[in-house]
């Protein structure tokens, strides 16, 4: 179909068949010479991008408007329409949006004639059959076009034709469908009420039966209702739709639009507007029960079934409040529960997230009338499952809620929390919970459990989803009910406490007051992190920790009214009074952070007396001794010394108290914790941080037992177990599934755990049972008898039963030594918070240094066994307070006393470990731990240069020399080269001699970079291994390392000047002997030694340049030259791979510097024959693309084989056209690669051409010349020094001689060694030096060409 569109409208006709057509061939050819950029803009009208169609249809109404009377219009319009019938689906909407846009710009075009012109290129009668579908699409996409232009409905006369269009079209169902009658009502409802008069009758049938046939009919008939319901009434009479004998037929209807839009996934607007006509006829409740409960919900039928519950969102808002009532008690809101329930799987489709839209929406709409909204939230509420809401506790639309309304919903939450009634709840079964659960199993206890568990967590999720605190009353009464309900009980009400005056109908059992404990810890971490008072608010009140602290007391005060379930015991309440009145004396102080951090801990440990009275009890003894201590430590330091030395010191009491808290699931400890810890780290002792530093230590903790242990939930996670394992019953077939492959595991786990002892055991009553034949027994033929028999079954059972407990007992045993393990490991993690406070916190503290081992065998260990997601996250926290918190920190230890020895003793110890490890990624955290005491190092200062630093640095700031600054550097830190040298020299020996090494080259590039002077020290080692008996990848490696190092600024501030040209020089003489192999390697190893050997001679020529060192290269030349013809030889035999042709250009590279340039590479013969005639592999024409799309040649294929043929001869006077300017091109190539060669170019080429050619051809053929030295030929044209051809000796030979007496004399060398510029500036000077004729000729060429390329 797309050929049949670029075939009629965009390829040109040959003048032959436009004499035949009757079309004038040069208009049309000039239309379309001239206006590429305008046919251009059709291609991407119908593009799948829509930026780009949006801006093309833009682009062409611009265009059309400069031109609104030239025969464009006409183009565009015949083309627009022609693509409206277009084969391709998506193409189609664009060419009718672009036309609609067309129309709607240019109001003088008129819509009769558009529609005509639609008529006549798609002529339903004359069209083939094949091309009906496409043919009808086109009709109606114009009408579409018609009705977006907007001016449709303006036109009367257009839009009756429209109208009778779109009912002819109506009748082509197979291929439309219902497309056409919606578009009828899509274009009626925006026609005014004036035109309707005339329009009903002809569009809208009288029958009713006809109205009642489909839904678009029933649409019509609604939309005429509410537009000319008098003239309606006039032509059918008075109709009830909602009569006895219309309801099922209304039905049908709605059951097919339901399918209609299964796709789509929407509401159809004639469910909606059927709708508004029983609100205004007062006949709601008879549609709603008759038509929608008992008709579209009465046999299982899905896409009814979301239409009933798009229905009731798109209804909220028109319904009153007795009518949501109705609405949301009857069957439509229970279907839509177990809908809630059973679909839990990812491949079903959930209806709930587009009920919240619509809740969410009617919510928003409607926050002046508080009534309704607590109406409906209260309705969904109360559909249940067993007791349980389907809607989830952390429902959002709780936000659109008004402060009245939102008061009214937690006031009944609260109440069926204390008095369930589960009457006015609209609860449900499945059809799954039916079949398989016991009744007596499931009375009103289970539901009021379930409802209650549900009713806590919405409350505490409320609170949670309000993000500023205007409710505060309404916060303190939930977290005060929270907080009552889980720890207390009343004895008699009082009006001082109104919690005592709610009464329980339902007694509450254990778990549930566990559920709501658990719910208020969770409320307080929200109250305590997100509700956290600014500065000015502080002053004037107090948190709520602290108020609900002051709530317990009071409770505890009214012990007549009120009595906490665990009771107080003296010692216990003597600690709660002493924690009160610290908390009075830390409240004075609350201008100071320490006293507020140990005010939240002490807190947070006061209200946890009510969940663990005992242990609490004892860690508010300790933690307020601590707080005493600690505040008080300036003033009596002395006698605190001189009291009790044996008592420990209180910071490591604290600590523990911590490792103890955050043994607990609780991610508000956690944060008090890191609170407490980040004011008390900069007093932390080293036993201290010896009790954070054993928990992490990973051998211990596999070893023996902590001594902190690691509390779970595990009563709670057996109660949401049971909930879930009731909730999931409907899930049969999942279930079963499981359960047969957990006894296939069982099995497997049996016959795998069949040990020698139970082997014997069975061999044994098998034998006592004479089931297997024994030694005395003659009488093989004899059977047992029945009683033998039962008594063989018997102890058989008995023994597999035994067997079967000690599997389970083994796995038991298993599963519990894994969960241990995955508590330990939460248990570290935690605890990681304490060591990132101490780095962040305390990056000078000496005691970092001790951190460095711990963490790397955690990260050692966790690499190799990192399995879990644990293990990972604990990998994962351990190498980010590693890398970006401790060895990446600006800030560091600049005080290490007398630790500079056990310094330099871990440096060598963590460089050893470093070459051990099996993998480089390990390595390379020691090795950087290495790197981060080599900086405390550097960065301490001795004593005896202490007094001298201010002098030396004075002395640095005036101009010096390049080697002293790094000597005074070396005085005054406390680095000693001479003990550290030996330990990374050892490792680099390690490294080039080594077959496996961990070490790799950015390590030890890293030392280098930051330690110029220990580099120094160590670039005679490596230079050593760039040649001799090491292995060629350890050469590669060293010639790796000095490419990379030798740049380096710092380094060679180290140097004196003799030393540096020394060394370059030494290197130097190495590189030249690894490079007399040059171009015979046999293996992959000894071909990276010669890249990297050729890699590291560019970067000492690169030096050499640009310091101008007085360097002897001509041995370095001799050997490079003597490999050329080798090197040259096998690439022209294609023997080399990638990695070879990298080798190759590098060489060119250095012999470029040395001032020999590369030699063009000549084709093959083989590779020639198909240049010879490029007619015989012309390509076939594929496609459908059009002509005008076409690039056409600047000239035919005939006179470019006859200037191919014909020598090239120029004046430069010539005015450039498009021929000339390729054979000026071919001639300065020709020139090019003669002067490349040594060739002079009036010289015959052919007498000394290295490479043999065909005899029937010349070099300076254009059609021989390789394609591809394009790029080397303009690099020729630019550097035109005095080249050096390969095939002159004697020219080679007077360039060596005098190249040494420039080089060494150091006063004229040679310009491509000499200037240090940028490479451009180089080529210039290379330029303008050379003696070849070719310059000033390719000069002149490059200028006619400038001034012939000009407009």
Not at 322 to 337: A, K, P, T
Not at 1027 to 1055: D, N, S, Y
Not at 1258 to 1268: C, G, I, L, N
Not at 1290 to 1318: C, M, R, Y
């Amino acid at each position: 179909m797309a050929q049949m569109e670029t075939q009629d409208v965009a390829e040109p006709m040959s003048p032959g068949e436009a004499m035949k057509s009757g079309a004038r061939p040069a208009d049309r050819h000039g239309l379309l010479k001239h206006s590429r950029e305008f046919l251009d803009f059709f291609w991407d009208i119908a593009k799948p991008q829509q930026e780009t169609r949006l801006q093309a249809t833009e682009k062409l109404l611009q265009y059309l408007r400069t031109r609104p009377e030239g025969s464009e219009m006409k183009y565009a319009l015949k083309r627009l329409i022609t693509g409206l019938g277009v084969g391709r689906e998506t193409a189609r909407p664009c060419y009718s949006l672009a036309l609609a846009q067309l129309l709607q710009s240019f109001e003088d075009i008129s819509l009769c004639s558009i529609l005509k012109q639609i008529e006549e290129k798609h002529d339903l009668q004359k069209i083939k059959k094949a091309m009906m579908r496409p043919a009808l699409f086109a009709h109606l996409f114009g009408v579409l076009a018609l009705f977006q232009s907007g001016r449709l409905v303006k036109d009367s006369e257009a839009l009756m034709k429209a109208v009778k269009l779109l009912q002819a079209l109506a009748q082509y169902y197979n291929h439309l469908q219902e497309q056409p009658q919606k578009a009828l009502v899509d274009i009626l409802s925006e026609v005014p009420e004036a035109m309707w008069q005339e329009i009903l009758p002809k569009v809208l049938k009288v029958d009713l039966n006809s109205v009642l046939a489909s839904p678009e009919h029933l649409a019509l008939f609604l939309l005429a209702h509410q537009k000319v319901p008098a003239k309606l009434e006039k032509l059918m009479g008075s109709v009830d739709l909602f009569s006895d004998e219309n309801i099922p037929r209304l039905v049908a209807v709605l059951k097919m639009a339901a399918a209609s839009v299964k796709k789509e996934r929407k509401l159809p607007a004639v469910a909606l507007d059927l709708l508004r006509l029983a609100l205004e006829e007062d006949k709601f409740p008879r549609f709603w029960k008759e038509v929608v409960e008992q008709g579209l919900l009465q046999k299982q039928f899905w896409p009814a079934s979301y239409l009933c519950f798009r229905l009731l969102g798109a209804a909220l808002p028109l319904l009153s409040k007795e009518q949501l009532q109705l609405v949301m008690r009857g069957d439509l809101i229970r279907h839509y529960g177990e809908h809630m329930v059973t679909a839990k799987f990812p491949n079903q489709f959930k209806f709930a997230p587009e009920m919240n839209e619509y809740v969410g929406t009617f919510l928003e709409g409607c926050r002046d009338d508080p009534e309704r909204q607590l109406a409906v939230m209260v309705a969904f509420t109360s559909i249940t499952n067993q007791g349980l809401p389907v809607v989830p506790t952390f429902w959002r639309v709780v936000r659109f809620l008004s402060a009245p309304a939102l008061k009214g919903y937690v006031a009944w939450l609260r109440d069926m929390f204390l008095q369930p009634d589960l009457d006015s709840l609209v609860d449900f079964s499945t059809s799954n919970q039916k079949k398989a659960q016991d009744a007596s199993l499931h009375g009103p206890e289970r539901a009021v459990s379930r409802l209650r568990k549900w009713i806590i967590l919405r409350l505490v999720s409320i609170v949670d989803s309000l993000h500023m605190e205007k409710e505060e009353a309404l916060i303190e009464e939930v977290a005060r009910f929270c907080f009552f309900h889980s720890f207390f009980e009343t004895k008699k009400a009082t009006s001082q406490i109104p919690e005592t005056k709610q009464q329980f109908s339902f007694p509450m059992d254990g778990r549930a007051r566990e559920v709501v404990s658990g719910a208020f810890f969770s409320l307080l971490q929200t109250l305590s992190t997100q509700f956290r008072q600014e500065p000015e608010q502080t002053q004037g009140r107090q948190s709520w920790t602290y108020q609900l602290v002051q709530f317990a007391d009071m409770l505890l005060n009214h012990s007549r009214n009120a009595a906490p379930l665990t009771p107080f015991t003296t010692k216990q309440r003597q600690a709660w009074d002493r924690m009160l009145q610290t908390l009075k004396e830390l409240e004075a102080r609350s201008s100071e952070a320490k006293a507020t951090a140990f005010q939240h801990l002490l807190l947070l440990v006061g209200i946890h007396l009510f969940k663990s009275p005992a242990e609490s009890c004892d860690l508010l003894g300790d933690i307020q001794t601590c707080i005493k201590k600690s505040l008080g430590e300036k003033t009596r330091q002395t006698r605190s010394k001189a009291s009790n030395l044996q008592e420990p010191p209180w910071v490591e009491v604290l600590v523990e108290i911590l490792l103890a808290l955050l043994a607990q699931p609780s991610h508000l400890i956690r944060q008090v914790a890191r609170s407490v810890f980040t004011h008390i780290c900069s007093h932390l002792t080293p036993r201290a941080l010896q009790l954070i530093l054993d928990v992490l230590n990973p051998e211990q903790s596999q070893d023996e037992e902590d001594n902190v242990v690691v509390m779970d939930d595990s009563e709670k996670q057996l109660e949401d177990e049971e909930d879930k394992s009731s909730d999931s019953e409907d899930n049969k077939n999942s279930a079963s599934e499981e359960e047969s492959d957990e006894e296939e595991s069982d099995e497997e786990d049996r016959d795998g755990d069949v040990d020698p002892c139970f082997r014997e055991q069975l061999m044994a009553v098998l034998q006592a049972g004479k089931a297997l034949g024994g030694e005395d027994d003659d009488d093989d033929d004899e059977e047992l008898g029945d009683e033998a028999m039962m008594a063989l079954d018997q102890n058989l059972a008995s023994l597999f039963a035994e067997q079967k407990l000690r599997i389970q007992a083994r796995r038991d045993e298993k599963n519990k030594l894994q969960k241990e393990k995955a508590l330990r490991r939460d248990f570290q993690i935690r605890v990681l918070d304490l060591i990132e406070v101490l780095v962040t916190k305390q990056p000078a503290n000496p005691l970092v240094l001790e951190l460095l081992e711990p963490l790397l065998n955690i990260i050692r260990r966790s690499m190799r066994t990192s399995s879990t997601k644990q293990e990972q996250d604990l990998l994962h926290k351990t190498a980010r307070i590693f890398t970006h918190h401790l060895c990446r920190s600006r800030h560091y230890c600049r005080d290490v006393g007398n630790c500079v020895e056990t310094l330099y003793t871990q440096v060598e110890r963590l460089v050893q470990q470093a070459g051990r490890q099996a993998d480089s990624s390990i390595s390379l955290y020691y090795f950087n731990a290495s790197l981060y005491l080599l900086r405390v190092l550097k960065g301490n200062t001795s004593e005896r240069s202490i007094c001298k630093t201010p002098k030396k640095e004075k002395a640095g700031t005036d101009t010096s020399t390049k080697a002293k600054v790094p000597k005074v550097a070396q005085a005054t830190s406390c680095l000693d080269l001479s003990l550290v040298t030996p330990i990374y020299s050892s490792a680099l020996i390690s490294f080039l001699t080594k077959r496996n090494s961990p070490l790799t080259v950015p390590m030890f590039l890293s030392l280098f970079s930051r330690h110029p002077m220990l580099c120094k020290s160590l670039l005679p080692t490596v230079v050593q291994h760039v040649t001799g008996q090491t292995r060629p990848r350890h050469q590669a490696q060293a010639c790796l390392l000095l490419q990379k190092a030798l740049p380096i600024r710092e380094l060679r501030l180290c140097f004196e000047d003799p030393e540096w040209e020394q060394l370059i020089g030494q290197i130097l003489t190495k590189v030249t002997e690894n490079l007399r192999a040059l171009g015979e390697t046999q293996t992959k190893s000894e071909n990276l030694k010669e890249r990297s050997s050729l890699e590291l001679l560019n970067t000492l020529f690169r030096i050499i340049n640009h310091e101008k060192l007085t360097v002897d290269l001509s041995g370095v030349r001799g050997v490079l030259q003597s490999q050329q013809q080798k090197l040259q030889q096998r690439v022209q035999q294609g023997e080399h791979s990638t990695g070879s042709c990298r080798l190759y250009d590098l060489y060119w590279q250095a012999m470029r510097i040395l001032g020999v340039q590369r030699p063009k590479l000549e084709k093959k013969d083989s590779k020639e024959g198909p240049t010879q005639s490029p007619v015989s592999n012309k390509r076939k024409k594929k496609g459908f693309l059009p002509e005008t799309k076409k690039r056409k040649k600047r000239k035919s294929e005939g006179t470019t084989q006859k200037e191919d043929a014909t020598p090239a001869a120029t004046s430069g006077d010539q005015p450039p056209s498009t021929g000339k300017r390729k054979r000026k091109r071919r001639k300065a190539k020709v020139a090019a690669e003669a002067q490349v060669n040594g060739i002079p170019e009036a010289k015959s080429p052919a007498a000394q051409s290295p490479a043999p050619k065909p005899p029937t051809t010349s070099p300076s053929t254009p059609a021989k010349t390789p394609k591809r030295h394009k790029k080397n030929r303009k690099l020729s044209q630019v550097n035109g020094a005095t080249p050096v051809s390969p095939t002159e000796p004697a020219v080679e030979k007077q360039h060596q001689e005098e190249l040494p007496t420039k080089e060494v004399s150091g006063k004229s060398p040679q310009p491509a060694l000499q200037s240090a510029l940028p490479r451009k500036k180089a080529r210039l000077s290379l330029g303008s030096r050379s003696p070849s004729l070719f310059q000033s000729g390719a000069k002149k060429k490059k200028a006619q060409l400038r001034k012939g390329s000009k407009p």
